[in-house]
């Protein structure tokens, strides 16, 4: 099986964004199996991945990053530079924001990184809970 490349993230970034300009981690990863593309290697989950990603940021940047919070569970997504308005608008929908590489990390475009909305809590009060039996 082969192991990510930059030129393969870019590759399926640019197949799947025949359908939506911002594409998807889990969509990335799912082309990956389809393709029999390894998106981990031999380190931690998805290593082969995130080295792929770093190394397209400091190579030929072709690609835009998006990201919804600063935290290893936010959603992450990629669009190529030539789709980058619609995609910075879908990510404005999805209060994502863009991520660019300073030749050390990730730096959040506009300085501040996004503040995830908190789901509403399950736990209902006591005026809204059936009586029980």
Known sequence: MRVITPDLLVAA?????RGSKLV???DVQAWCEWNGVDAQGDGLRNQALWEAERAEA???RRLLKFKSGECK???LG???IPHGTKARELATDLRWCEQTWNG???EWVGGVAPVPERRPSRVR???Q???SP
């Open 58 to 60: 400091q190579g030929q």
């Open 78 to 80: 990629w669009a190529l």
């Open 129 to 131: 809970a059936p009586a």
């Open 13 to 17: 970034v640019t197949e799947l964004s």
């Open 104 to 106: 050390m990390d990730w």
């Open 73 to 75: 569970q936010s959603r």
């Open 125 to 127: 009060n006591e005026e």
């Open 24 to 26: 998807r981690l889990k």
